[in-house]
């Protein structure tokens, strides 16, 4: 069981809406089902009932991104584990359909689907994968994106501690606004520079020849 990978699950749900935006991907039973991916099975359970269900999990998921992005690190873990407590998971061995290279079973760690609806399956899912980054990686990797008006969530697994966005489309949207904004004030600066010098030369009273 890759708990790592589950973490992807907290994000892929704050990230279905964009608050500064005013969108929200997250409204109707296939969005759901999108949410879990087109393999799972309890993806299938879905139903209207776990759109308003997801909606209230993403808000508060949201404010732990928000919380460790501010460098409050205790607001995070404790919105955190109000969430695991609220949806625990349910660990299981696995592997006996599963044989490795010597023939013996592959036992590994999974999450029973033991869920009463898909809302707290999925929930418990994504709580539990983020909660291992946090305490594998820190607090402080958890992010929101700094490209407004994204405000996209994300996990930094960078080696140097160095995301600050969350793909390459608003890092390199951002680094383009930045730029521009460099060279207007590098033009605003020669404008006053040639208008203070023209202003000098204006009032420097002329010498009879």
Not at 11 to 30: F, I, K
Not at 37 to 54: F, I, N
Not at 121 to 144: E, H, K, P, W
Not at 156 to 185: E, W
């Amino acid at each position: 069981m890759d708990l790592a990978y589950y973490s992807d699950y907290a994000v892929r749900l704050v990230n279905s809406e964009e608050p500064l935006r005013g969108t929200d991907a997250l409204t109707s039973v296939e969005a759901v089902r999108e949410l879990f991916g087109p393999a799972s099975h309890a993806g299938s359970r879905a139903v209207e009932a776990d759109v308003p269900r997801l909606r209230a999990v993403r808000t508060r998921l949201r404010g732990v991104f928000e919380a460790a992005d501010e460098g409050d690190e205790v607001r995070a873990v404790d919105l955190l584990n109000a969430l695991l407590l609220e949806f625990p998971v349910s660990p299981q061995i696995s592997g006996h359909d599963h044989l490795d290279a010597t023939g013996r079973p592959d036992w590994h760690m999974h999450l029973a689907e033991q869920a009463v609806n898909a809302t707290a399956g999925y929930s418990a899912t994504a709580c539990m994968g983020l909660a291992f980054q946090l305490t594998t990686l820190g607090v402080d990797r958890l992010g929101i994106c700094e490209a407004a008006p994204c405000r996209n969530a994300y996990v930094d697994t960078s080696t140097n501690r160095s995301r600050r966005y969350c793909s390459d489309r608003c890092a390199t949207r951002a680094n383009v606004a930045a730029y521009r904004a460099r060279k207007r004030l590098e033009s605003d600066r020669s404008g006053r520079s040639g208008r203070t010098q023209d202003a000098a030369q204006d009032a420097t009273p002329a010498t009879d020849r």
